[in-house]
């Protein structure tokens, strides 16, 4: 029987040049996004990530924003090996305790009105569990959703995911229609405060003019991550929530990144005031593992059960990943790092505006917490899109040795992505700040503001 060395294929050739390319990384693989960065990540412990060459990135992405903990966090590591002895994966009609008690963990920080959950692997699923019971409790089908939102890949989702390309794929599903996004630093130059009220008001007029009378539900995030790190002004959510009630709707609010602590309150809808009809978890709940999670109130729950409500997936309620949840929550709890992520997020915002007087080309810096953004911009007074200039900035902090994310979505000028690990440091995030305004100042000698 032939061994896997004997199977493996050569390691890739480098390029010209001696070093591994990203295509030659990736030649084996189907390309499902942006480019990859040429490396291999060989290690990852706390706030960094080490290539095969041992260099060390400092990782203010916390993976797919979902390391909330950082990397390799003791207590999580030892808590996927003490469950590695336990029941990991069971059949969809059997409970296991972690399960039971991280629905119960959850109930107690959601409070009555969030207190029936359903354990899942990913944001897209937990999506699409909210969707069909919205659908299933109002009897519509009709959904609507930031025209910059990012909900999920899959079949029920995707069509609410209006910050990525769609074309190509088919039509999509019926019944989905886009909500202006409340985007503040680009609103008119004639417009003052009370303005995204006014589109709300407008943009459920058109709503309305759509519907075939089968309204069911509005999901949004209560920042908008993929879409540019855009937070709805004070008071939008509670408006929108008012809309949803006035036509029988549900209001899902998605907190995949948002969620445990990472703006400085528990859940980012505190924030706003709202307690949502339905919400979903993801990203954080798990720490870097696929844990996701549907909460509703039991009134929504007990109708679409009497319904017949159905939402299998292979992995649902699978008893691993709910002890890496559990684990993670009483992290969060015990360490108060819910206080730590408003305290290092004053922080990192400080630092921020900092760079912002530095450079006329961030436009904007925003978010909440351990969630941030900066936008790009060739001035402030055009406030024009510079995507190129924005992704040679992200790729040259790669290059000094920090991992962001860009957002280069049509009409926007880059908007950098932050979402540092609630264990960061100060000193690390002085870093991360030190090497992005480094970043900034060698582009702009570069003369690539001048390219877009």
Known sequence: MATLDAIRPPSPSPSAGGALSANDLARNLIRYGGSFLPCLIERAEGAY?????????????????????????????ATMKAAADEPVHLFSGFLS?????????????LGPQLSRAMMLSTGAESNEAALRLAKLYTGGHEVIAFDLAWHGMTGA??????????????????????????????????AGDGFELDMLDYAFGLIDRQSIGSLAAVIVEPILS???LIEPPPGYLVRLHEKCRERGMLLIVDEAQTGLGRTGAMFASEHH????DIITLSKTLGAGL???????????????????????????????????????????????????AATMGAQLNEMLRQLQ??????????????????????????????PAFGAAVSRRCFELGLCVNIVQLPGMGGVMRMAPPLTITADEL??????????????????????G
Not at 56 to 68: E, H, P, R, V, Y
Not at 157 to 171: D, E, I, V
Not at 430 to 451: K, T, Y
Request: charged content about 20%; proline content about 8%; overall charge negative.
């Open 97 to 109: 305790e972690p399960v039971v008690k991280l629905a119960e963990v959850l109930a107690d920080l």
């Open 49 to 77: 990530v080490y290539d095969q060459a041992g260099r060390a990135l400092l990782d203010f992405t916390s993976g797919q924003m979902s390391a909330i903990l950082g990397h390799k966090h003791p207590e999580i590591v």
């Open 157 to 190: 989702a995707f069509p609410t995911t209006f910050s990525a390309n769609r074309r190509g794929y088919g039509p999509q599903l019926p019944g989905v229609m886009a909500l202006p996004t409340p985007y503040v630093y680009r609103r008119p130059d004639w």
């Open 430 to 451: 002085a870093q991360g700040v030190d090497i992005i305004g480094a970043a900034i100042a060698d582009c702009l000698a570069a003369g690539l503001l001048d390219q």
């Open 226 to 228: 993929s879409g540019g």
């Open 273 to 276: 005031g709202i307690t949502p």
């Open 290 to 340: 696929p844990l996701a999670a549907t909460l509703t109130s039991p009134e929504i729950e007990e109708r679409c059960h009497e319904r017949g409500f159905l939402f299998y997936t292979t992995h649902v309620s699978d008893p691993f990943p709910a002890r890496i949840g559990l684990k993670a929550i009483e992290i969060i709890l015990r360490d108060h790092l819910t206080a730590h």
């Open 357 to 386: 007087d530095r450079f006329e080309c961030i436009g904007d810096v925003r978010g909440r917490g351990l969630l941030a953004g900066i936008e790009f911009v060739r001035d402030r007074q055009s406030k024009t899109p510079v």
